[in-house]
Nanobody
Framework: QVQLIESGGGLVQAGGSLRLSCAAS????????MGWFRQAAGKEREFVAA????????QYADSVKGRFTISKNSAKNTMYLQMNSLKPEDTAVYYC?????????????????WGQGIQVTVSS
């Protein structure tokens, strides 16, 4: 049973930074392509960033490009999302996701495993 657990969320002022972590257990981390999604209140879940299983390729939503960085550390079975220059519109519940595969996956339906989500709130 694969489990994904997010951590690192919280309340931050606009312009500040947070780093989210997604710790994986119960599977073979090195085979996972992974991604981050977010869902703001009253809105649909949206893609934020994705990374290949090797970590060699990444993709970002236009709204976070240049501010967020996705990475993964296979030795620690953990994926990260470094979020800089945060804006109030980044406020949402953030979810990490994983699946076996070699590509970059942007659609939420492409993912097999999901974390429980963690709140990020950016105050103005």
């Amino acid at each position: 049973q694969v489990q994904l657990i997010e951590s690192g969320g919280g309340l931050v002022q606009a312009g500040g930074s947070l780093r989210l972590s997604c710790a994986a257990s119960g599977g073979t981390f090195s085979t996972y392509a992974m991604g981050w999604f977010r869902q703001a209140a009253g809105k649909e879940r949206e893609f934020v960033a994705a990374i290949t299983r090797s970590g060699g390729n990444t993709q970002y939503a236009d709204s976070v490009k240049g501010r967020f960085t996705i990475s993964k550390n296979s030795a620690k079975n953990t994926m990260y999302l470094q979020m800089n220059s945060l804006k109030p519109e980044d406020t949402a519940v953030y979810y990490c996701a994983a699946r076996d595969g070699v590509a970059l996956y942007i659609g939420s339906k492409s993912y097999t495993y999901w974390g429980q989500g963690i709140q990020v709130t950016v105050s103005s």
